[in-house]
């Protein structure tokens, strides 16, 4: 009774500070020590105490080296050895190589999607399908006699692959056959109407510059008077 008599004459104070001295935690020193560091040292020490050491991540960051940036370099793209325009060489180019007439090399791009690979396939099988059409077959005779040996329906091979693209009907043949004979025709027409223009182009501008050559001579006489 007599520890607890003592107990009961301390303040409220005096007993939380004799509690913490019993568990070896000085008080007013901790207290004391806590006050005295700054906003800055107390962050410093809380980061330490759960492994976050600011300040060797900080010269971490300084002394570790920016990533460098490596641009993506464009394929080199191969340089063109012809000047004509993509179309016409691809159609050239297949009319070379397959042996056709290049109006068939345009028509099979055409068909194609300008696809070379596409208009090779089509063409292919287009010359395939003709090795079943013989030169000299009935189908073959009868439309070269129509159409004026090769006046009007073309050469034989443009009658044979026509014959090809119908499986031997001769109806359907003559149909695709009038067809590219009016294509043709227009065509030349459209040519011609363009070589005129151009011709007329040509005569008004050498009008023009005689015009202007007359005129010049003209003023120059008339200085010299």
């Not at 700054?38 to 020490?45: F, I, Q, T, Y």
């Amino acid at each position: 009774r007599g520890g607890s008599e003592e107990e009961e004459e301390l303040t409220l104070d005096e007993k939380v500070a004799r509690a913490m001295k019993k568990f070896s935690a000085p008080p007013q020193a901790a207290e004391t020590k806590e006050e005295e560091l700054s906003l800055d040292d107390k962050v410093a020490r809380a980061m330490d105490k759960f492994g976050l050491n600011s300040s060797a991540d900080a010269d971490t960051e300084e002394q570790t080296p920016a990533a460098t940036v490596v641009e993506p370099t464009a394929p080199a793209v191969p340089e063109r050895k012809s000047n004509l325009p993509p179309e016409e060489e691809m159609a050239q180019n297949i009319s070379s190589d397959l042996n056709v007439d290049i109006n068939i090399a345009y028509a099979a791009l055409a068909a194609g999607n300008w696809n070379d690979e596409m208009a090779r396939s089509i063409l292919q099988y287009e010359l395939d399908s003709m090795k079943d059409i013989p030169a000299d077959s009935p189908e073959v005779t009868l439309l070269k006699q129509e159409g004026g040996e090769g006046e009007r329906y073309g050469s034989t091979f443009d009658i044979r692959r026509a014959l090809a693209l119908t499986e031997g009907n001769v109806d359907d043949a003559r149909a695709i056959l009038e067809a590219e004979a009016e294509d043709a025709r227009l065509e030349e027409e459209m040519a011609r109407e363009a070589q005129e223009e151009k011709a007329r182009a040509v005569e008004e501008r050498l009008a023009e510059e005689r015009l202007a050559e007359e005129r010049r001579m003209k003023e120059e006489r008339r200085l010299m008077e």
